[in-house]
């Protein structure tokens, strides 16, 4: 049996007045992940420990089947491996947004949805008058990119951008927290880090502004905001945790969730043309996850694009993502393996809901399904939010899907 988890990010929503009190799963027309809740079994997933954030990195390590007490350290050193820097020791790594303020308040968490080559461009030139030997600017992917500070302390609170659209920015600065570990190989302090992030900001603004990239720009790329700081992370792979997998391959636009598979294992496939938003190559990431499991045991399949819409609070377009997911992933994947001789056990589920009218993510429950030829069906008609409330699965916790899904054979 392989196995293959098909990941809409931030799909899942609360109910929407101007939908008739439905959701935009329920509302979006969904004919294949409908036809396979039918035919497979459904449940809910709480994917956020205790005393977490509903992040995209701590909701995904968790469906993944890792316990996040023992290997989180943020986003920062998940996009490093991404991107291929490979933190040395003493690295202290952040996630690091190039986002647009305005009049005050944090108008996007995005710059204006930048593309790679222009957020390189923005980058490489932060890093040209900013970067010394204990700071580095490092491209990622679109917006997000990466800032490592050289024996900076991750014991720091950073608001993530994406988390407070409209709020005003300068109360939201980095403030140190404690540190209860033992100061090791020189580290700064925890204020000495706040002080050091806060002035990169303060100096990224004043380039940005001057910068031409900005010359008549209506969003204007006008500040870096850094967060979720961390050493490297220590994560045993996926082939130790789960016998049945003896390779997989992780196929995402978001340099997050490849750096999460390259801690798990995973050789990380890059589809032309994908974006992480709507307007990436559904087609492309489909061909690829089947020619992944082709050749993998297990293949995990993200998609980014309805988690962009839930934060830019845009209705139509998150429904458009599902419908793109249902038509343009679910449907060409499902059509080819269900004639293989050696059967696919497929998983179809978000890491968390995005609601539109919240604008960021929040922690509760999400619906999945699981399907395979000969799977015994329970009741569930339809895939959404309320459905699956009533799948055979009830209510799974963290660590027990994966656990699940594997024994699965």
């Not at 959701?23 to 997933?45: F, I, N, Q, S, V």
């Not at 290997?71 to 820097?85: D, F, H, M, N, T």
């Not at 020619?291 to 458009?320: C, W």
């Not at 604008?359 to 000969?374: A, C, L, N, Q, S």
Request: charged share 25%; net charge negative.
């Amino acid at each position: 049996m392989k196995h293959i988890i098909i990941l809409g990010d931030g799909m899942a929503d609360h109910p929407v007045g101007r939908l008739g009190g439905k959701t935009p799963l329920e509302y979006a027309d969904t004919p294949y992940m409908d036809m396979l809740a039918r035919k497979g079994r459904c449940g809910r997933l709480c994917t956020i420990p205790q005393g977490f954030a509903p992040g995209s990195e701590v909701a995904n390590t968790a469906i993944l089947g890792y316990d996040l007490n023992e290997v989180y350290e943020g986003r920062g050193p998940l996009e490093a491996a991404s991107i291929g820097y490979e933190m040395q020791p003493g690295d202290m790594a952040m996630r690091c947004n190039i986002v647009t303020l305005d009049n005050g308040v944090i108008k996007n968490h995005h710059g204006g949805h930048l593309t790679t080559e222009e957020g390189a461009r923005l980058i490489k030139f932060l890093d040209e008058r900013l970067g010394n030997e204990r700071v580095r600017f490092i491209p990622g992917i679109q917006y997000r990119h990466l800032l490592v500070i050289k024996d900076g302390n991750k014991h720091i609170a950073c608001a993530p951008p994406h988390d407070h659209p409209n709020e005003p920015w300068r109360g939201l600065l980095v403030q140190p927290e404690e540190d209860n570990d033992p100061k090791q190989g020189g580290r700064m302090t925890p204020g000495e880090t706040a002080d050091l992030v806060n002035r990169l900001i303060a100096e990224s603004q004043r380039l940005l502004a001057a910068h031409p990239f900005n010359a008549g720009r209506g969003e204007k790329a006008n500040s870096i905001w850094p967060w979720s700081p961390g050493y490297r992370p220590s994560m045993r792979p996926l082939r130790e945790m789960f016998p049945a997998i003896k390779s997989g391959a992780v196929i995402s636009a978001v340099d997050l969730i490849r750096g999460i598979g390259h801690y798990a294992g995973l050789r990380n496939i890059v589809v032309p043309g994908a974006t992480g938003l709507a307007d990436t190559n559904y087609e492309g990431k489909a061909e690829a996850a089947i020619e992944a499991l082709k050749a993998d045991d297990f293949v995990f399949l993200h998609l980014e694009a309805s988690d962009e819409a839930g934060h830019d609070g845009d209705l139509a377009l998150k429904i458009k993502t599902i419908e793109h997911l249902d038509r343009r992933i679910v449907e060409p994947i499902y059509n080819e393996v269900k004639a293989w001789d050696e059967p696919v056990c497929m998983a179809i589920m978000p890491d968390h809901p995005t609601p539109v009218e919240v604008r960021t993510h929040v922690d509760e429950p999400v619906p999945f399904i699981i399907y395979h030829k000969g799977i015994e069906p329970d009741d569930v008609c339809a895939y959404d939010e309320k459905s699956c409330v009533g799948g055979s699965y009830g209510l799974l916790r963290l660590e027990e899907f994966m656990d699940e899904f594997m024994e699965i054979e």
